[in-house]
């Protein structure tokens, strides 16, 4: 933890001279609305996205593989793609004029609302499950959000949140429902992130699956991208997720063409998996579409990969990166291992370890 000059406490995301003073802005109601929200979206714009597309070559060459990016979102503030839809959610509650802003997480999620919140001052309330435990409870405690601990799973901890909410009349930030067109256009910006630097489509796009919201956002960005003329294809979509403990990976193993439900009595979760499983993916039926419609692959990947994995990229590429988030490059490797990849593009999501 450091003490700002100005007497902001922060622990991991720290706070520029520059954005408190927009934050600032944002915060005094002596100015107009308008001049509130464009202080607020110029924050967006220097916090948010433009994350590097870096080509793995140390990689490439270990694993026999050719033209392999990472698209690395561990730049965004709390050091995951999470911030793109937080602030998002943030800045439709603030043009609303919402004063408190609720939403359920496992951890990182949580740390994205509740920087944004502090940001444009807004009130936070995070819900999280009792038996979760995350590392990061005092970085949103850092940004003034209220901790409510209920019991049970994520997803009943979600729809209990959302019911609070509801009954308060605070804006939701729960995923799925009317939430999910905002928060797939705010994913969708990483598609054309990624064309914008090789300018055209990668042959596969591989991400770590949970609530399967990210991989919808980005295959609609991508679609958005072929529809318009900009790219000569849509990328195949490579979802990974903890083994046997997703409805997305599993729907697509069994040939569904909706997202069924897992068992929840089956599920166990573990610090490597604790980000990517759920008995409900509240997106799930958009990612397995993306999945389906792409021609792609959905693959359950073991704990012990994912933290063997996370250790390789750091020796490797030098990022310390989270270990769940390397379950969709772990899907698109095994896929080359089973049958040679052609030299072609190929681009993994990862996220940072904090």
Request: hydrophobic content about 40%; charged content about 25%.
């Amino acid at each position: 933890m450091i003490n700002l000059l100005d007497g902001v406490k922060t622990a991991e995301i720290r706070v520029t001279k520059e954005v408190k003073i927009l934050s600032d802005m944002v915060k005094d109601q002596s100015l107009s609305m308008v001049d509130r929200i464009e202080s607020f979206e110029d924050i967006m714009s220097m916090e948010i996205g433009d994350t590097s597309l870096h080509r793995a070559r140390n990689l490439e060459r270990e694993l026999n593989i050719r033209q392999l990016y990472i698209k690395y979102e561990g730049e965004n503030p709390s050091g995951t793609q999470k911030d793109r839809i937080a602030f998002a959610q943030v800045h439709d509650a603030f043009r609303r004029s919402y004063d408190v802003i609720s939403l359920a997480t496992c951890g990182n999620y949580g740390v994205a609302v509740a920087y944004a919140a502090f940001l444009a001052g807004l009130k936070c309330k995070i819900y999280i499950p009792e038996t979760y435990h995350t590392e990061r409870i005092n970085e949103m405690q850092n940004f003034n959000a209220e901790i409510i601990r209920l019991p049970g799973s994520y997803e009943d901890t979600v729809v209990e949140s959302s019911k609070h909410a509801a009954e308060n009349e605070w804006y939701d930030a729960n995923p799925g429902g009317a939430n999910t067109p905002l928060q797939i256009s705010a994913y969708a910006e990483i598609a054309n992130e990624i064309y914008d630097q090789l300018r055209d489509a990668p042959k596969y796009l591989a991400a770590p699956v949970s609530n399967g919201t990210l991989l919808a956002g980005v295959y609609r960005g991508f679609v958005s991208l072929y529809k318009r003329g900009k790219t000569s294809r849509i990328p195949k979509f490579i979802a990974g997720s903890a083994a046997f403990k997703n409805p997305i990976i599993t729907s697509f193993k069994a040939g569904l063409d909706n997202c069924k439900d897992i068992d929840p009595k089956l599920i166990k979760e573990t610090a490597i998996n604790e980000p990517l499983i759920n008995w409900h993916s509240f997106d799930g039926n958009e990612a397995l579409y993306a999945i389906q419609q792409s021609n792609g692959e959905a693959h359950h990947v073991s704990d012990k990969k994912m933290r063997e994995m996370s250790s390789f990229l750091h020796q490797k590429e030098g990022y310390r990166i989270l270990p769940a988030s390397t379950s969709g490059l772990i899907a698109l490797l095994q896929i080359h291992e089973d049958n040679e990849l052609i030299n072609d593009r190929y681009v993994a999501i990862l996220t940072a370890r904090r």
